[in-house]
């Protein structure tokens, strides 16, 4: 029964309607996968992909063989940097006999420096002197006392320069005292620490082990030299005012940046103790930043970022509290920079609660009170203070009143010294001046030394070029007029420095900068923001003078951005 049943189904004409789909499917595919099969020999032919998986493998690739190069130069870098090559030796003639002079650079700071990296010191004797043994990059130094960028990130060993030059260059860590430039003879002298090496015990001293200091060992040194070029920067200025030494920080050297940080925590720590509405505490909690430049407005837009994004977090009942005042005597501040960025910054620090002074000047300082006159209004205002900055005015260090006494045509210069274009000292033969110790038409800026250093170099090295001509007609009677010519030429051609302003840069807190920028004579941009503020990072490592440095930095930054700066005294 069962099989007729089966056999009836399967001859049904609906089922045979399915047989014939089924069969013609069959075919179907075999006929698909026959045609599909690549005959022997033939190439293989690849799927195609989409525009947009092309252009995503492309560009990952391209990216991935960036970074791979961009670390392997890095690491090129870094191997130079840590392996320099052999130094040719100072020598007293050079192989034709000619004498080699000897050349003095004074001073390891952005004039100094650049010259030093410049120059062809196979060409001379160099001897480099500074009573500091490393170059300090003070763009940065404002950012140092907030724990933003480290200290040891912004410095650079003078070894470490020297040793990269060609030609060996003798580093002297001293200070010039004296000079007799009448018989070309420079007295420096080194102030070294003495101690009596002999360990104070526990009960007399804080630091039980340590050799006993008794007072300070002078060095003094007589180096003669052919040329002498100084470059010792300037100090910070009083301008006369009583008090503003003594109880006042300064924003010059690393140190400083040290000590400010530690004040700034001693306030926080101090004022906590207080209750609220304490006068004594108020006092603490105000930080008086004088000077509106770049070096001032930066000091007062780090601290205030030190206090809005970190010790708001952890101390939030005394970071409420802390003001930041900037005082400035002109009736704007950064009054170099177009109007436009003057605005923005004022609006800046009205929105961060920076405290902005203008058209006033601090007449008086005493441990606890400045005096402030506001010329609009011709009244004196008593300020409380519990820490001030001093971030205004240069002044001339001992050593440039001493070299202007010794040259009459400098006993006339006030502010310093008085150069030609060659940036030699007028009344002077062989010293020659550059960076914040010269009194010129340019600004006391790290970038007009930096090119000042640059110029140096280049215009040495074509002197000794004159004066290898000048030995060879000398000493050879049958010297051809060619030679003479050619030396006369060289002498009337000796290039002349022209400064070339590239723009100012500022940081002005909340992450943000103002940049005011010049592509030589034809083009101009002033801007401001978050954008400038990446393009203001940037600038700066890339004028970093070494790779170490650009790495340090960069990593600091990143630290700070991950982990916040440290609210805690060192």
Not at 380 to 402: C, K, Q, S
Not at 510 to 521: C, R, T
Not at 535 to 541: C, D, G, L, P, V
């Amino acid at each position: 029964m069962l099989n007729r049943l089966a056999i009836k189904r399967l001859t049904s004409p609906q089922h045979a309607l399915v047989r014939n789909h089924q069969f013609l499917s069959f075919q179907s595919i075999r006929s698909a996968s026959t045609i599909s099969k690549t005959p022997p020999g033939a190439p293989k032919i690849k799927p195609k992909q989409g525009k947009f998986v092309k252009f995503f493998k492309y560009t990952l690739g391209a990216g991935a063989l960036g970074v791979t190069g961009f670390l392997a130069w890095i690491t090129y870098r870094v191997y130079l940097e840590n392996h320099p090559l052999d130094q040719e030796p100072q020598t007293a003639t050079f192989p034709n006999g000619e004498k080699k002079k000897t050349l003095v650079i004074l001073g390891s700071g952005w004039g100094s420096i650049p010259l030093l990296k410049s120059l062809d010191t196979t060409l001379y004797n160099v001897i480099l002197v500074s009573p500091r043994n490393y170059f300090l990059f003070t763009p940065l130094l404002p950012s140092v006392p907030t724990g933003t960028v480290e200290m040891r990130s912004i410095i650079e060993p003078v070894r470490s320069i020297t040793r990269r030059c060609k030609g060996y260059v003798q580093f002297l860590e001293a200070e010039a005292i004296d000079i007799d430039p009448e018989n070309n003879v420079l007295k420096v002298q080194q102030s070294t620490t003495v101690y009596s090496g002999h360990a104070k015990n526990s009960s007399s001293s804080t630091h039980p082990g340590k050799a006993e200091e008794h007072g300070l060992e002078h060095i003094v040194a007589n180096i003669p030299y052919d040329y002498l070029v100084v470059g010792i920067g300037a100090q910070p200025s009083t301008f006369g005012l009583p008090g503003v030494a003594e109880h006042s920080t300064f924003v010059k050297e690393i140190s400083d940046s040290a000590r400010i940080r530690r004040t700034l925590i001693d306030l926080v720590e101090a004022a906590n103790i207080l209750p609220e509405g304490d006068p004594e505490r108020k006092r603490l909690l105000h930080v008086i930043v004088c000077g509106g430049g770049p070096t001032g407005v930066e000091a007062a837009g780090e601290i205030q970022d030190y206090i809005d994004q970190d010790l708001k977090k952890w101390v939030p009942d005394v970071a409420k509290d802390l003001k930041v005042t900037l005082v400035e005597s002109q009736p704007k501040v950064l009054h170099t920079f177009n109007p436009k960025l003057v605005e923005y910054t004022n609006q800046i620090f009205k929105e961060t609660n920076i405290n902005l002074v203008t058209d006033t000047r601090i007449t008086h300082v005493d441990d606890h009170y400045v005096t402030a006159f506001h010329k609009s209004s011709k009244q004196t205002e008593i300020i409380p203070y519990g820490m001030l900055i001093w971030a205004t005015g240069n002044a001339t260090r001992d050593f440039t009143h001493v070299l202007m006494s010794k040259i009459d045509a400098q006993k006339s210069a006030k502010r310093g010294f008085l150069i030609d274009d060659n940036l030699k000292l007028k009344g002077s033969k062989n010293i020659f001046a550059l960076g914040d110790c010269t009194f010129s038409k340019y600004p006391p800026t790290a970038q007009v030394a930096f090119q000042e250093g640059q110029y140096l170099a280049k215009y040495f090295e074509k002197l000794q070029k004159l004066e290898s001509l000048k030995y060879r007609i000398a000493n050879d009677p049958d010297a051809s007029e060619f030679l003479k010519q050619r030396a006369d030429r060289l002498e009337g051609n000796l290039p002349k420095f022209i400064y070339n302003y590239q723009g100012s840069l500022a940081y002005i807190g909340s992450e943000k900068a103002v940049a005011d920028l010049a592509w030589g004579s034809w083009s101009n941009v002033s801007t401001g923001g978050n954008m400038t503020f990446l393009f203001w990072r940037s600038a700066y490592i890339y004028m970093c003078l070494s790779v170490k440095n650009q790495i340090l930095v960069c990593v600091d930054w990143l630290k700070v951005s991950l982990f916040g700066r440290e609210c805690s005294r060192e």
